[in-house]
């Protein structure tokens, strides 16, 4: 079936520290790519996307590649803020899924110390 | 309105009671997905609705839970005889056929909070 597994939290680092999160996926044919965020008290909000192999998606510093090969979406930042700490969520969504479903990772919790 | 609502944002019920929790999309969404985040569990699907009807229900865990939407709009979703297990943080998003083509974004809300004594 398809699923999407996440590093385990939570992950604390100091300000401008190097970050990655890794997450991997199983799907049957070549899915999208998302990472959605979690800040204290709010709803997730999509943080970034890649729909094909290769692709890079980018957003408030942060990077994935979309790795066919490792079957991997991993998320980096070169240097973090306070305020970046969250919950970070890697999914998937099927190739011609109409209905738009996304298929969630457990979330990775991330605390950045000043 | 603005963005997702959900209500109540805290529940605390007995272990055996019905409870209902209410979701609004966000105005002229027509997809409407519920989610369950449970401790270490991430982000469960159970239901999605295209307008009033559901064409996947298949992550609704057991027969006490069921949701319904009218006028294309709010969202309940019910669970009956609650259990313990129940406890979690139910979440709501909505999308537009705009979104889901274009990003595949889906708009969350900050979810209602359950707790089953």
């Known amino acids: 079936g398809n699923s999407v597994t996440q590093m385990e939290g939570p992950v604390t680092l100091s300000e401008e520290a190097f970050l990655t999160i890794n997450c991997t996926y199983t799907?049957?044919?070549?899915?999208?790519l998302f990472w959605y965020v979690q800040y204290p008290g709010e709803g997730l909000q999509l943080l970034l996307k890649?729909?094909?192999?290769?692709d890079k998606g980018s957003n408030k510093g942060f990077e994935a590649t979309y790795r066919k090969e490792t079957t991997s979406f991993h998320l980096e930042k070169g240097s973090v803020q306070v305020s970046d700490s969250a919950v970070y969520f890697c999914?998937?969504?099927?190739?011609?899924?109409?209905?738009?479903?996304?298929?969630f990772g457990q979330g990775t919790e991330l605390s950045v110390k000043p | 309105g603005a963005g997702v609502s959900q209500s109540p944002s805290n529940k605390v019920t007995e272990k055996g009671k019905d409870v209902e929790l209410r979701c609004d999309p966000i105005?002229?969404?027509?997809?409407l997905y519920w989610y369950r985040q449970s401790l270490g569990q991430g982000l469960e699907f159970l239901i999605y609705?295209?307008?009033?009807?559901?064409?996947?229900k298949s992550g609704l865990p057991s027969d006490r839970f069921s949701a319904e939407r009218t006028g294309g709009s709010v969202s309940t979703l019910t669970i009956q005889r609650t259990q313990q297990e129940d406890s979690a943080v139910y979440l709501c998003?909505?999308?537009?056929?705009?979104?889901?083509?274009?990003?595949?974004?889906?708009?969350f809300g900050e979810g209602s909070r359950l707790t089953v004594l």
């Open positions: 998003a909505s999308s537009s056929s705009l979104s889901l083509s274009n990003t595949g974004e889906l708009f």
């Open positions: 799907a049957t044919g070549y899915p999208s």
């Open positions: 890649a729909t094909k192999a290769d």
């Open positions: 999914a998937l969504k099927r190739l011609y899924n109409q209905g738009g479903k996304l298929i």
């Open positions: 105005s002229g969404h027509t997809a």
């Open positions: 609705f295209q307008g009033n009807s559901a064409p996947d």
